[in-house]
């Protein structure tokens, strides 16, 4: 477990773990889900969240798109919603 006090939201920070789900709706009716792999700092000491997405829409289905690596800020503004 990491926690990041420097960001200002420690204690959402704190919850971003490695097998952790978040997921955030788009206006598309698109739902797209993020599987944190693994939180570390890039070089210059900034922490990173690497994770999985996929995307899911009612008439579409299912797609699993890879890896992605957003700073660990980022990632909490984007991905707000956490999945059970």
Same mark, same amino acid.
């Not at 939201?9 to 773990?17: E, L, M, P, S, W």
């Not at 900034?46 to 969240?49: A, D, G, L, R, T």
């Given at each position: 477990?990491y926690f990041?006090?420097?960001?200002g939201?420690?204690?959402?920070?704190?919850?971003?773990?490695p097998?952790?789900?978040?997921?955030?709706? @788009?206006?598309?009716?698109?739902?797209?889900?993020?599987?944190?792999?693994?939180?570390r700092?890039?070089?210059?000491g900034?922490?990173?969240?690497h994770?999985?997405?996929?995307f899911?829409?009612?008439?579409?289905?299912?797609?699993?798109?890879?890896?992605?690596?957003?700073?660990? @800020?980022?990632?909490?503004?984007a991905?707000?919603?956490?999945?059970a």
């Open positions: 477990m990041f006090n420097m960001w939201r420690g204690n959402a920070a704190a919850d971003i773990q097998g952790n789900r978040f997921c955030r709706r @788009r206006r598309d009716n698109v739902t797209e889900t993020a599987t944190v792999l693994d939180l700092p890039d070089p210059f900034i922490p990173h969240v994770f999985t997405l996929s899911e829409q009612p008439t579409l289905g299912h797609i699993d798109e890879g890896l992605r690596v957003l700073a660990l @800020r980022s990632f909490i503004d991905y707000r919603e956490r999945v």
